[in-house]
């Protein structure tokens, strides 16, 4: 799966789904997509990524408490 930085817009190749699954993760490891060499793996904040779209990682990929703070 590819994700892509917010601030640099550079395209990351996510190593383990799982963690960016599981909401009481903070971090993936991934790849970045420079050039055309397989980069070295890197960790990334799920804060900082987005789809390639734009669009916000969800929610209960970011929080385990999601729904609380839905219903509060």
């Known amino acids: 799966m590819f994700l892509q930085i917010k601030d640099s817009r550079d395209l990351v190749k996510i190593v383990d789904v799982q963690e960016l699954f599981d909401p009481n993760i903070e971090i993936v490891h991934a790849q970045d997509q420079q050039g055309q060499e397989e980069q070295e793996t890197d960790i990334y904040k799920k804060e900082e990524l987005v789809f390639p779209s734009g669009e916000k990682l969800p929610l209960c990929w970011l929080n385990a408490h ?7």
């Open 66 to 72: 999601y729904r609380e703070s839905v219903a509060a």
